[in-house]
């Protein structure tokens, strides 16, 4: 039912900024109770939660990347974004955007985006 696809570059240049926008069908940003969270996963590591934005607006990020992070959101186009400042090769990865379900039944993610390469290089 709810669908979200990762859009943006595949390659950034250290010390610039990484976006991506997930692009959202089959359901709001603003329903309750759902968050929308973007999650990485670099080679060799496990998953890493970077932030996410709730139905209300707003934002969580990851103690070790909210100095750099920042989320936002047009609810007009039903898409949320990610901007990662000041990029290093430790930051390329697999993004992914997801939902999580907070609305019942348990806390869960319900929902991924199928993920986007990103890689840091010069």
């Known amino acids: 039912q709810v669908q979200l696809r990762e859009s943006g570059p595949g390659l950034v240049k250290p010390s610039q900024t990484l976006s991506l926008t997930c692009i959202v069908s089959g359901g709001s940003l603003t329903t309750a109770y759902y968050y929308w969270s973007w999650i990485r996963q670099s080679p060799g590591k496990g998953l890493e939660w970077m932030g996410d934005?709730?139905?209300?607006?707003?934002?969580y990020y990851r103690p070790s990347l909210k100095s750099r992070t920042s989320i936002s959101r047009d609810t007009s186009k039903n898409q949320f974004t990610l901007q990662l400042s000041s990029v290093t090769r430790e930051d390329t990865a697999v993004y992914y955007c997801a939902r999580e379900n907070n609305s019942g039944g348990g806390y869960h993610i319900d929902y991924w985006g199928q993920g986007t390469q990103v890689t840091v290089s010069s």
């Open positions: 934005i709730a139905y209300s607006g707003s934002t």
